[in-house]
């Protein structure tokens, strides 16, 4: 096609190989390459026979030689070789990060099997602390409740009248509102004093005396004669004697308010068992109780079947007004 100005490449090709009999990879490359070239250069022969020398030059210099294909191939592996390269140092440094993000949670699985030991340790340990917690609060309790045996609070009596001299003013008070009678040896009274805390204003409610007396037995005496007594009246005013109790104690008892007053209400005989067990009578029967709500059943349900005509009439008379 170019009119001998430039040598056939299949014969270029062929005689190279000629020279260089050797198989090598470069040697099968080119061979192919030739192969390939002598076809294409053979249907461009018979589709360029009626173009003209113009045209054909053209097409020929369009198509690739082996040393762009060489190129190219050249080209395509450094890019790949370069992006391999890259990848790899980035597989590489997600490696390392893997490894110790997967040390620091192998440290952080021992630091918690040690914590939950220890955790598991400590709550045993509070359990068994408060359980002698409760224990020694019942022991504390019930000492608390034995050095109160022989005290009781005297409410009612108002400031000053004592003037000065409690104990003697009690021991002369007691047979005095109680009768004499009933203390024949006189009231030995150990301490008293007024409840510590401040003086009220004047007309405000006078403090409570607190008396300790010598013999526990005076003291029940007392307890029971004031609630015989119902109302207790000195200078023209009301007296009320109750038993010295721990808070504890009264605060298991106020539990019981709501149904003292329907025991009030319905005129019945009620008290409490140490340390707050409710104790009523009802038609010459006494019951205790430990719970409020069981103690309320147990007299809604009595008043309003085996009661008699009298308590319910109170009953239901107090419940109407």
Partial sequence: LNKGKTKNPQTYVWSKLREKPEKTEENELLLASAANEQAVAEELADSLSSCSESEANLTVKAIPTTADLMHAITTFRATVDNKFTELSSKITAMQTTLATVTGKVCE??????????????????????????????????????RSRRHTIRILG???????????????????????????????????????????????????????????????????????????IQFNQAKVYIFPDLSPDVLALRRRFEDVCKRCRAANLHFGFLHRARFRVTLNGETSTFDKPEEAMKFIDRDLSKDASFFQRFIYFKNRIE
């Avoid at 340990?125 to 020694?136: A, F, P, R, S, W």
């Fill in 108 to 145: 952080m699985e021992d630091v918690l099997n040690d914590q939950g030991e220890r955790i598991t340790a400590l709550e045993s340990l509070c359990k068994e602390l408060l359980k002698n917690q409760d224990l020694h609060h019942k022991k504390l309790d019930d000492l608390v409740s």
């Fill in 157 to 231: 009596i108002a400031e000053g009248t004592e003037k000065g001299r409690p104990q003697d003013f009690i021991t002369d008070l007691i047979p005095s509102i109680l009768g004499k009678d009933n203390f024949a040896s006189g009231v030995l009274v150990d301490c008293a004093h007024r409840a510590p805390r401040p003086k009220p204003a004047v007309g405000g409610r006078p403090r409570p005396f607190i008396v300790r007396l010598l013999y526990c037995q005076t003291r029940d005496l007392i307890v029971r004669l004031a609630a015989q007594t119902g109302t």
